[in-house]
């Protein structure tokens, strides 16, 4: 039996949402081999193992029946518990965690120095696909194309400087914080008034945000993509619940919300689709599961984000191709996969250089 810790929750506008993601997880992975280790981020970013972790109810209000949970870095472990501390080996680690403090690359980088494999992307790619501009300037660097877009920062807005860096884009406008995930703290702007309104909402939960040109007459498209060195595409999807965007509760709570699946492209846009999703995932060195969503407009496909931790694991659009603990099999696996490749390097080496160090022979102000 391997011990497989779902990490769920974290500071972040998708908290709920992750927790929904584990409990997905946890309700899908195959008991005859795997042992589930539930470790909750709370809000203030503490780890613990929750007493009635699969009832909803319980992360409403503030949780009293909990063991804190704390990592053995450069052991592959967990201690859970205060008094009576109990070592846990970890073999895998399945990151449920939407948006900051989870899918921006922290919780890769906890679990690297704790020697745990973890299911997400590398730190790299993490963090570069959370912040939505440093994402779209390598989308442009490598000729991945993407709608126009320009960076506002807190001071631009302070100094009344934001027409300098839309001068060039035509109005309408979208406004989105560059690194928060979900649909928060979005707005669409129609003149130069209702932008520096839409800045103000935006800077409340990012200091960075991103003006995109907005499309007219188009449909969103998402795909998944699933595995190692080689990727497969899984079937496509069409949100049909925009208005001016798709907002938090229509997105997750389903009102008002309706898909397509498998909606019916031009073969054109359609390899289109496949052949940006195959150059994104060589250029930001992608593994396991994500989801890539897309704009189209006519002919043309715009990349719009990458979601290296999405919703319920993107499972919805694999369930025609496979069972869901088929698909957490298959990332638990490349997950070990990747970590034994990583480890494969040397990152260490022995100098002499301490030995022949003298303190203060290059301190020339020594006293």
């Known amino acids: 039996m391997q011990n497989i810790m779902v990490l769920y929750g974290g500071k972040s506008v998708e908290h709920d949402i992750s927790v929904i993601t584990a409990f997905l997880v946890m309700q899908n992975l195959d008991k005859n081999k795997y042992n589930v280790i539930p470790v909750y981020q709370t809000m203030n970013c503490e780890f613990e193992i929750v007493h009635d972790y699969m009832n909803p109810k319980t992360y409403i209000d503030e949780i009293k029946k909990k063991k804190p949970v704390n990592f053995c870095f450069g052991e592959g472990e967990i201690v859970v518990g205060k008094v009576f501390k109990k070592h846990i080996k970890i073999d895998c680690a399945i990151n449920c965690c939407h948006g900051n403090s989870g899918e921006d690359g922290t919780l890769n980088a906890l679990l690297n120095l704790a020697h745990i494999p973890i299911t997400s992307p590398k730190i790299m790619a993490s963090s570069v696909c959370m912040d939505k501009v440093i994402m779209k300037d390598i989308f442009r660097a490598n000729s991945i194309p993407c709608v126009e877009y320009a960076l506002i920062k807190e001071e631009d807005y302070l100094n009344k400087q934001i027409e300098n860096k839309i001068k060039d884009m035509q109005f309408p406008l979208i406004v989105k914080p560059a690194n928060l995930g979900s649909s928060i703290g979005i707005n669409k702007a129609e003149n130069i008034k209702q932008l520096y309104e839409a800045v103000e909402i935006a800077l409340y939960y990012d200091s960075r945000v991103i003006v995109e040109k907005c499309l007219e007459d188009f449909k ?68 396991g599961v994500v989801r890539i969503d897309y704009m189209i407009q006519g002919d043309k496909v715009y990349a719009n984000e990458v979601n290296t931790v999405p919703g319920s694991l993107a499972y919805y659009l694999w369930k025609n191709k496979y069972d869901f603990y088929e698909l957490l099999d298959k990332i638990i696996c490349i997950a070990i996969s990747e970590y034994k490749q990583q480890n494969k390097h040397k990152y260490t080496f022995t100098s002499s250089v301490l030995a022949d160090y003298k303190p203060n022979s290059m301190n020339k102000y020594a006293k």
């Open 220 to 287: 969103e498209i998402n795909i998944s993509c699933l595995g190692e060195k080689e990727v497969e595409f899984s079937r496509l999807e069409q949100p049909m619940s925009w208005k001016d965007f798709l907002n938090f509760d229509n997105k997750y709570t389903q009102k008002d919300a309706k898909k397509i699946l498998d909606p019916k492209l031009d073969d054109g846009v359609l390899n289109q689709i496949y052949e940006i999703s195959k150059k994104i995932w060589q250029v930001f060195d992608l593994y």
